[in-house]
């Protein structure tokens, strides 16, 4: 008994003196633990999986800290070496590869890296509120670094059928030319390009963007100066806009005739409208009509169109010194030739009336009104040329612009672009 006393004294002078340091409490907690579970009754084959398992955990936490790592060095190379920096992006990369080989196969690139990391600078953070300033390099960095031969998109899910993605990318700029049409549908093109990085990419293409600006302005923009790219030149240059019509509304009041016994006289609300409907190769439509909007817009689609009263010709964009953009357009009654020999025949006249030619000639300023860019047309010409066919004698008439000449209103129609005949 004298023993086991002394024996248990001394266990609690040595867990006194051990409670003095507390690393040392931490590290004989840890052993006794230890012990205590290596002396549990236990299978010697469920011990042995279970330190097995134990052991693949752990070299499984490793691998998967030692290959996040190595993603933050590549990422981290690949933004040196856009930067110039040759040298630091060997380095960088030779550290990834010396803890992971094939660290370059394994890289997810859709999914950034954190900005909290060593390779947080790969993207663009210059905004507060971190949104990228240039995209389009970006997606094309993003691309470039995934492999020699990237495709331009991948499906969500798996697919039985095969995918856009395994279309060449020549025949998926020609789709696009599609898309814009001759009709230049570059709203459509813009909504393309939100589908994914791949298709913004093609929606970016310099040439798609040329081919626009040529067909809206011609010879004149050959150079791209003052502007960056062919997309801010069609985006920010003035011209008038083919997926609408403008529309001018003309509105007075004018005295009748005086009644029958002298008591009143009636006043008339007279209202009409004026319509012009531009094409991208440049053709141009003029319409004067009491009739409203609702049913002679959807007839304004083609020029093919089979109202009597409209104007047929062609315009041009003038941009001069200061700035300010004018078009300018001749347009002419539609010939009806069976018509007139009709009224020859029927009617036979000793002495018939000249023939003569009338065209009319207009000329309007470009100007943006509300929200919306190149939405407004001021006039500040109208003529009458009268050409008379047997003198070959033009007699010119310029009409005064009163208040009766309102300004021309853009309104988008959705129909004009909805089918495409023909690519860009």
Same mark, same amino acid.
């Given at each position: 008994m004298a023993d086991e006393n002394a024996d248990i004294e001394s266990t609690v002078e040595d867990e006194d003196e051990s409670s003095d340091d507390p690393d040392l409490q931490l590290e004989l907690n840890v052993f006794r633990a230890q012990w205590m579970s290596e002396l549990k009754p236990s299978s010697g084959a469920s011990g042995t999986s279970n330190r097995l398992l134990q052991a693949k955990g752990l070299r499984k936490a490793?691998?998967?800290? &030692?290959?996040?790592?190595?993603?933050?060095?590549?990422?981290?190379?690949?933004?040196?070496?856009?930067?110039?920096?040759?040298?630091?992006?060997?380095?960088?990369?030779?550290?990834?590869?010396?803890?992971?080989?094939?660290?370059?196969?394994?890289?997810?690139?859709?999914?950034?890296?954190?900005?909290?990391?060593?390779?947080?600078?790969?993207?663009?953070?210059?905004?507060?509120?971190?949104?990228?300033?240039?995209?389009?390099?970006?997606?094309?960095?993003?691309?470039?670094?995934?492999?020699?031969?990237?495709?331009?998109?991948?499906?969500?899910?798996?697919?039985?059928?095969?995918?856009?993605?395994?279309?060449? &990318?020549?025949?998926?700029?020609?789709i696009f030319r599609w898309v814009v049409s001759s009709d230049l549908d570059m709203r459509a093109l813009e909504q393309l390009s939100l589908v994914c990085r791949g298709f913004y990419i093609c929606a970016r293409d310099p040439e798609i963007w040329r081919l626009a600006c040529l067909r809206v302005w011609g010879r004149k923009c050959t150079k791209l100066v003052p502007f960056t790219s062919w997309r801010e030149m069609f985006l920010q240059r003035p011209r008038v806009r083919f997926d609408g019509v403008y529309i001018s509304k003309t509105s007075y009041i004018r005295q009748g005739e005086?009644?029958?016994?002298?008591?009143? &006289?009636?006043?008339?609300?007279?209202?009409?409208?004026?319509?012009?409907?531009?094409?991208?190769?440049g053709h141009v439509i003029m319409l004067t009509t009491p009739e409203e909007p609702l049913s002679?817009?959807?007839?304004?689609?083609?020029?093919?169109? &089979?109202?009597?009263?409209?104007?047929?010709?062609?315009?041009?964009?003038?941009?001069?010194?200061?700035?300010?953009?004018?078009?300018?357009?001749?347009?002419?009654?539609?010939?009806?030739?069976?018509?007139?020999?009709f009224q020859r025949n029927r009617f036979c006249r000793r002495n018939p009336a000249p023939e003569a030619e009338h065209s009319f000639h207009v000329g309007l300023a470009l100007s943006s009104g509300?929200?919306?860019?190149?939405?407004?047309?001021?006039?500040?010409?109208?003529?009458?040329?009268?050409?008379?066919?047997?003198?070959?004698?033009?007699?010119?008439?310029?009409?005064?612009?009163?208040?009766?000449?309102?300004?021309?209103f853009f309104a988008r129609v959705k129909s004009y672009t909805a089918f495409s005949e023909q690519p860009l």
């Amino acid at each position: 008994m004298a023993d086991e006393n002394a024996d248990i004294e001394s266990t609690v002078e040595d867990e006194d003196e051990s409670s003095d340091d507390p690393d040392l409490q931490l590290e004989l907690n840890v052993f006794r633990a230890q012990w205590m579970s290596e002396l549990k009754p236990s299978s010697g084959a469920s011990g042995t999986s279970n330190r097995l398992l134990q052991a693949k955990g752990l070299r499984k936490a490793q691998e998967i800290a &030692r290959e996040e790592k190595a993603t933050e060095l590549f990422l981290r190379a690949a933004q040196e070496e856009q930067n110039g920096a040759v040298y630091e992006a060997i380095k960088f990369y030779r550290m990834a590869m010396q803890l992971v080989p094939d660290i370059e196969f394994k890289i997810n690139y859709s999914r950034p890296p954190d900005a909290d990391r060593g390779g947080g600078n790969y993207m663009e953070d210059s905004d507060a509120d971190g949104e990228i300033e240039d995209l389009l390099a970006y997606f094309e960095q993003q691309l470039s670094v995934e492999g020699s031969f990237p495709k331009i998109c991948t499906p969500e899910v798996e697919m039985t059928q095969v995918h856009i993605s395994a279309l060449p &990318r020549e025949i998926l700029m020609y789709i696009f030319r599609w898309v814009v049409s001759s009709d230049l549908d570059m709203r459509a093109l813009e909504q393309l390009s939100l589908v994914c990085r791949g298709f913004y990419i093609c929606a970016r293409d310099p040439e798609i963007w040329r081919l626009a600006c040529l067909r809206v302005w011609g010879r004149k923009c050959t150079k791209l100066v003052p502007f960056t790219s062919w997309r801010e030149m069609f985006l920010q240059r003035p011209r008038v806009r083919f997926d609408g019509v403008y529309i001018s509304k003309t509105s007075y009041i004018r005295q009748g005739e005086e009644s029958l016994d002298g008591f009143y &006289r009636a006043w008339h609300h007279v209202e009409y409208y004026r319509y012009l409907r531009f094409f991208p190769d440049g053709h141009v439509i003029m319409l004067t009509t009491p009739e409203e909007p609702l049913s002679v817009v959807p007839r304004l689609r083609t020029r093919n169109t &089979r109202m009597d009263s409209v104007l047929l010709g062609h315009f041009r964009l003038s941009q001069e010194t200061g700035n300010q953009t004018k078009v300018f357009a001749v347009v002419c009654k539609k010939k009806d030739e069976k018509a007139t020999d009709f009224q020859r025949n029927r009617f036979c006249r000793r002495n018939p009336a000249p023939e003569a030619e009338h065209s009319f000639h207009v000329g309007l300023a470009l100007s943006s009104g509300g929200h919306q860019s190149f939405s407004k047309l001021v006039w500040i010409h109208h003529s009458c040329h009268i050409t008379y066919k047997l003198t070959g004698e033009t007699v010119i008439t310029t009409f005064d612009l009163d208040r009766m000449y309102t300004p021309f209103f853009f309104a988008r129609v959705k129909s004009y672009t909805a089918f495409s005949e023909q690519p860009l």
